[in-house]
C-alpha cells in the first residue's frame, strides 16, 4: 500500500482464535484475505476441530482447557482459559512486525483501523507500558456498568476492563498485552463468589473473579504498577479510576466500528456495532467510545457525544 501512514498489510500476522463456527469462521477467514491482502494468517483452535475447506496459512491445534458455569443459574459458561490459550498459542507462531489479534466469529468489512494506528500520539511516561498504542474495540471497554430504572443512579465500577474482541498493534505489544497466566484452579476462579454484592442487584447472578476483559487488564496494569491491589472485581473501592482511565488512553486507542471495520459477526452484537441506540444504556454510557476516547486524550469536552447521549436518552427512555 501506498499512502502515506498506512501499514502494508504483507507486514501483518492475523491471529483468528476460538472454536470453528461453520458458518462465520470461514466468513472471518475470507474478510481478511480481502481487505488484508498477503497478510499471514494463524488459524489457533481446538484438537478435533473440522478445519476443512478452511482458508489459513498457519494451524494451531490446541488442548481444550474446558470452561466452568460462572452464574447462579448455571447456564453460562467462563471461556476465560480457552480465550487465553487459543490467543497466546496463536501470538507464538506471528512472523510479521505486526499482530491483529480477533475471534473467530468476527468479520473485516474493510481495513479503516489501520489509519488511526499512528494517531493520538502524545504519551505520560506515569502511564506507558506499550512501545506503541494499541488499537482496540470501544465496545466492552468500560468504565463501568451503569444501573437503569431503580439503579439508574448507581454504577459498578470496572477499572481495566478492556474489550477482549479484537487489538491491533506492534508484535511485542500484543504479546506483553497477553502475558498473562493461566488460572490453575479455574472452577475456583469461575465460581469465586457464594453471595456477591454487587453495586447493582442485577449482576448478583454473576460468580466469577475477574470478568475475561479486567483480568486482561489487569493482568497488564500490574506490569506499570507494582502498588495495584485488586484481588476480585469487587475490590474496585482499592483502585485508583483516574489512573484506570489514563492507563488505558495512554497504552490503548478505542475504536467504534465505523473507525475500525471490524464486526463482531453475530446478530445481536451486529447490531451494537453498527447503530449506538442497539448498545445496552448499562454499557452505552461508560464505554470508551471513539467520541469519549478524544475527549478524555484532549482533556475537552466533547459536543458530538453530547448530542449522541440526548439522541440515545430519546430513543431508549422507556428502557431508562
Same mark, same amino acid.
Not at 500476522?13 to 472471518?28: E, F, H, R, Y
Given at each position: 500500500?501506498?499512502?502515506?501512514?498506512?501499514?502494508?498489510?504483507?507486514?501483518?500476522?492475523? =491471529?483468528?482464535?476460538?472454536? &470453528?463456527?461453520?458458518?462465520?469462521?470461514?466468513?472471518?477467514?475470507?474478510? &481478511?484475505?480481502?481487505?488484508?491482502?498477503?497478510?499471514?494468517?494463524?488459524?489457533?483452535?481446538?484438537?478435533?476441530?473440522?478445519?476443512?475447506?478452511?482458508?489459513?496459512?498457519?494451524? =494451531?491445534?490446541?488442548?481444550?482447557?474446558?470452561?466452568?458455569?460462572?452464574?447462579?443459574?448455571?447456564?453460562?459458561?467462563?471461556?476465560?482459559?480457552?480465550?487465553?490459550?487459543?490467543?497466546?498459542?496463536?501470538?507464538?507462531?506471528?512472523?510479521?512486525?505486526?499482530?491483529?489479534?480477533?475471534?473467530?466469529?468476527?468479520?473485516?468489512?474493510?481495513?479503516?483501523?489501520?489509519?488511526?494506528?499512528?494517531?493520538?500520539?502524545?504519551?505520560?511516561?506515569?502511564?506507558?507500558?506499550?512501545?506503541?498504542? =494499541?488499537?482496540?474495540?470501544?465496545?466492552?471497554?468500560?468504565?463501568?456498568?451503569?444501573?437503569?430504572?431503580?439503579?439508574?443512579?448507581?454504577?459498578?465500577?470496572?477499572?481495566?476492563?478492556?474489550?477482549?474482541?479484537?487489538?491491533?498493534?506492534?508484535?511485542?505489544?500484543?504479546?506483553?498485552?497477553?502475558?498473562?497466566?493461566?488460572?490453575?484452579?479455574?472452577?475456583?476462579?469461575?465460581?469465586?463468589?457464594?453471595?456477591?454484592?454487587?453495586?447493582?442487584?442485577?449482576?448478583?447472578?454473576?460468580?466469577?473473579?475477574?470478568?475475561?476483559?479486567?483480568?486482561?487488564?489487569?493482568?497488564?496494569?500490574?506490569?506499570?504498577?507494582?502498588?495495584?491491589?485488586?484481588?476480585?472485581?469487587?475490590?474496585?473501592?482499592?483502585?485508583?479510576?483516574?489512573?484506570?482511565?489514563?492507563?488505558?488512553?495512554?497504552?490503548?486507542?478505542?475504536?467504534?466500528?465505523?473507525?475500525?471495520?471490524?464486526?463482531?459477526?453475530?446478530?445481536?452484537?451486529?447490531?451494537?456495532?453498527?447503530?449506538?441506540?442497539?448498545?445496552?444504556?448499562?454499557?452505552?454510557?461508560?464505554?470508551?467510545?471513539?467520541?469519549?476516547?478524544?475527549?478524555?486524550?484532549?482533556?475537552?469536552?466533547?459536543?458530538?457525544?453530547?448530542?449522541?447521549?440526548?439522541?440515545?436518552?430519546?430513543?431508549?427512555?422507556?428502557?431508562?
Amino acid at each position: 500500500m501506498h499512502k502515506k501512514n498506512i501499514i502494508d498489510p504483507q507486514d501483518i500476522s492475523v =491471529v483468528v482464535q476460538g472454536a &470453528i463456527d461453520k458458518n462465520l469462521t470461514p466468513q472471518c477467514l475470507k474478510s &481478511i484475505r480481502k481487505h488484508l491482502p498477503g497478510a499471514e494468517i494463524i488459524l489457533s483452535t481446538w484438537d478435533g476441530s473440522d478445519v476443512s475447506g478452511l482458508d489459513y496459512d498457519k494451524l =494451531v491445534l490446541n488442548k481444550d482447557p474446558g470452561a466452568y458455569p460462572n452464574t447462579t443459574d448455571g447456564k453460562r459458561n467462563y471461556n476465560l482459559n480457552r480465550y487465553l490459550v487459543s490467543t497466546q498459542s496463536g501470538i507464538k507462531k506471528a512472523s510479521k512486525k505486526y499482530v491483529l489479534k480477533m475471534r473467530s466469529d468476527m468479520l473485516l468489512t474493510g481495513a479503516n483501523f489501520l489509519r488511526y494506528f499512528n494517531k493520538f500520539k502524545h504519551r505520560d511516561a506515569r502511564y506507558s507500558l506499550f512501545k506503541h498504542k =494499541v488499537l482496540t474495540s470501544s465496545l466492552y471497554t468500560i468504565e463501568g456498568e451503569k444501573g437503569i430504572k431503580k439503579e439508574r443512579h448507581k454504577m459498578h465500577p470496572t477499572p481495566y476492563h478492556i474489550s477482549d474482541w479484537w487489538h491491533f498493534g506492534l508484535a511485542d505489544d500484543i504479546k506483553l498485552l497477553f502475558k498473562c497466566p493461566i488460572i490453575k484452579n479455574f472452577k475456583k476462579f469461575a465460581q469465586y463468589f457464594k453471595e456477591p454484592k454487587y453495586e447493582l442487584s442485577w449482576l448478583n447472578h454473576r460468580l466469577w473473579r475477574f470478568p475475561p476483559e479486567q483480568y486482561l487488564g489487569i493482568e497488564l496494569a500490574k506490569k506499570k504498577f507494582s502498588d495495584l491491589y485488586f484481588p476480585d472485581c469487587l475490590s474496585y473501592k482499592n483502585v485508583d479510576l483516574k489512573r484506570s482511565r489514563n492507563f488505558i488512553v495512554d497504552n490503548f486507542i478505542t475504536l467504534d466500528y465505523k473507525q475500525s471495520q471490524i464486526l463482531l459477526n453475530k446478530d445481536y452484537y451486529l447490531q451494537m456495532c453498527k447503530k449506538y441506540r442497539k448498545i445496552p444504556p448499562h454499557v452505552f454510557y461508560t464505554m470508551f467510545s471513539f467520541d469519549r476516547y478524544k475527549s478524555f486524550y484532549y482533556g475537552l469536552p466533547n459536543f458530538r457525544m453530547f448530542f449522541k447521549r440526548l439522541y440515545y436518552y430519546y430513543k431508549n427512555r422507556n428502557e431508562l
